[in-house]
């Protein structure tokens, strides 16, 4: 801990505003022994959940050093740590309004504010944060995907009260405007990485709910419904299989697995994808005998093939949009390192070597 530490857990306001004159920039980032994320938690603390002096004077320090103090990506870790969003967008304002606006600073992972507030699932901070100038097109640091993927990937719709209808179809008929430009070499999502991708391969574990809410928030034409319901079911499939995306980055790609192995795993992912043409070929025909609409008929089909398929369940590993993969389409799973296949450089299930 500094000296400004104790100051601020012992309210004393005066040795607060002493330390922080001048150049405050090291009661900032100097290392602590409790961090969150670049902040110092106690900072922190102070700055979302209290009111008085020593808020005000850490405010200040922030604004009156921001063109250095922009790493510490304020409003990336507002929505993250405040139990309310009240708490987050009050701070936020206070910046704001000091002229500390730069919303579409990226962190070392490359996301946006506004992605990050969008993976948490905070709505009324991601309309703040669009309300005072951020962008919902601005794409992610090493790929073109946008935040309305990282809302469909985070929020579970089915546990919130009250959803902002206005602000999700915005923020997903945007991705799903900008997943044109993605291209997807994986078989779980062949039209390309969309919000319905993001979905399947978050840890929503209600996920046909979130998409049957997905869809109807962006009041689409039935056609357009079809081809996104077809590609939910294409994807459900897939990780029921158990087969393995290219979609995501492995964990620890530097392991080796013996040939071997790697000629069974690609076997083994040869024979899943015969199963998965052959379910989503009695999705189709299915699909023609039924007089229902495309969300009815993806409960119906599910029901029908529930004994045969497993419930997947999501890897431990759990990692979004990698810094250090470029090829990297979207969020998702890292896999551990024991299912992945390598023969002296990386590559994926199902994909073969040149």
Same mark, same amino acid.
């Given at each position: 801990?500094?000296?400004?530490?104790?100051?601020?857990?012992?309210?004393?306001?005066?040795? #607060?505003?002493?330390?922080?004159?001048?150049?405050?920039?090291?009661?900032?980032?100097?290392? @602590?022994? &409790?961090?969150?994320?670049?902040?110092?938690?106690?900072?922190?603390?102070?700055?979302?959940?209290?009111?008085?002096?020593?808020?005000?004077?850490?405010?200040?320090?922030?604004?009156?050093?921001?063109?250095?103090?922009?790493?510490?990506?304020?409003?990336?870790? $507002?929505?993250?740590?405040?139990?309310?969003?009240?708490?987050?967008?009050?701070?936020?304002?206070?910046?704001?309004?000091?002229?500390?606006?730069?919303?579409?600073?990226?962190?070392?992972?490359? +996301?946006?504010?506004?992605?990050?507030?969008?993976?948490?699932?905070?709505?009324?901070?991601?309309?703040?944060?669009? %309300?005072?100038?951020? *962008?919902?097109?601005?794409?992610?640091?090493?790929?073109? #995907?946008?935040?309305?993927?990282?809302?469909?990937?985070?929020?579970?719709?089915?546990?919130?009260?009250?959803?902002?209808?206005?602000?999700?179809?915005?923020?997903?008929?945007?991705?799903?405007?900008?997943?044109?430009?993605?291209?997807?070499?994986?078989?779980?999502?062949?039209?390309?990485?969309?919000? #319905?991708?993001?979905?399947?391969?978050?840890?929503?574990?209600?996920? @046909?709910?979130?998409? @049957?809410?997905?869809?109807?928030?962006? +009041?689409?034409?039935?056609?357009?419904?079809? +081809?996104?319901?077809?590609?939910?079911?294409?994807? =459900?499939?897939?990780? @029921?299989?158990?087969?393995?995306?290219?979609?995501?980055?492995?964990?620890?790609?530097?392991? +080796?697995?013996?040939?071997?192995?790697?000629?069974?795993? %690609?076997?083994?992912?040869? %024979? $899943?994808?015969?199963?998965?043409?052959?379910?989503?070929?009695?999705?189709? #025909?299915?699909?023609? %005998?039924? !007089?229902?609409?495309?969300?009815?008929?993806?409960?119906? &089909?599910?029901?029908?093939?529930?004994?045969?398929?497993?419930?997947?369940?999501?890897?431990?590993?759990?990692?979004?949009? !990698?810094?250090?993969?470029? *090829?990297?389409?979207?969020?998702?799973?890292?896999?551990?390192? !024991?299912?992945?296949?390598?023969?002296?450089?990386?590559?994926?299930?199902?994909?073969? =070597?040149?």
């Amino acid at each position: 801990c500094l000296p400004i530490d104790f100051a601020i857990q012992t309210k004393c306001f005066e040795v #607060v505003d002493l330390l922080l004159e001048g150049d405050s920039i090291l009661q900032f980032t100097t290392p @602590r022994k &409790f961090k969150i994320y670049n902040f110092p938690r106690v900072i922190l603390h102070e700055i979302l959940w209290t009111n008085g002096n020593i808020k005000d004077a850490l405010l200040r320090a922030l604004i009156r050093q921001q063109y250095i103090l922009g790493a510490l990506e304020p409003y990336h870790v $507002f929505p993250i740590w405040a139990r309310d969003e009240g708490y987050s967008i009050s701070a936020a304002e206070r910046l704001i309004s000091g002229g500390f606006v730069d919303f579409e600073l990226q962190d070392e992972s490359g +996301q946006t504010a506004l992605m990050k507030a969008c993976l948490w699932g905070m709505l009324r901070y991601s309309r703040f944060l669009l %309300e005072k100038g951020a *962008n919902a097109s601005t794409p992610h640091r090493d790929s073109a #995907v946008t935040a309305g993927l990282f809302l469909a990937a985070g929020v579970n719709f089915p546990q919130i009260e009250t959803v902002d209808w206005e602000l999700c179809a915005t923020l997903l008929q945007t991705a799903f405007d900008a997943a044109d430009t993605l291209e997807s070499y994986c078989l779980c999502s062949p039209g390309g990485f969309t919000p #319905v991708t993001a979905l399947r391969r978050s840890r929503n574990y209600e996920k @046909r709910t979130s998409f @049957r809410t997905l869809i109807q928030c962006l +009041q689409w034409p039935i056609d357009a419904i079809e +081809q996104q319901a077809r590609a939910f079911a294409l994807g =459900e499939v897939f990780d @029921r299989l158990q087969m393995t995306h290219t979609c995501v980055d492995i964990h620890k790609p530097g392991q +080796q697995v013996s040939e071997e192995n790697r000629l069974g795993i %690609e076997s083994d992912e040869d %024979e $899943f994808y015969n199963q998965l043409q052959q379910l989503m070929e009695e999705y189709d #025909v299915g699909r023609t %005998e039924f !007089s229902g609409g495309p969300l009815e008929y993806l409960d119906r &089909f599910f029901e029908m093939h529930e004994l045969d398929l497993p419930v997947y369940e999501p890897s431990i590993g759990y990692g979004w949009l !990698s810094a250090d993969d470029t *090829n990297l389409l979207g969020p998702g799973p890292k896999y551990q390192s !024991s299912r992945g296949s390598f023969s002296g450089k990386l590559i994926y299930y199902g994909h073969k =070597e040149p």
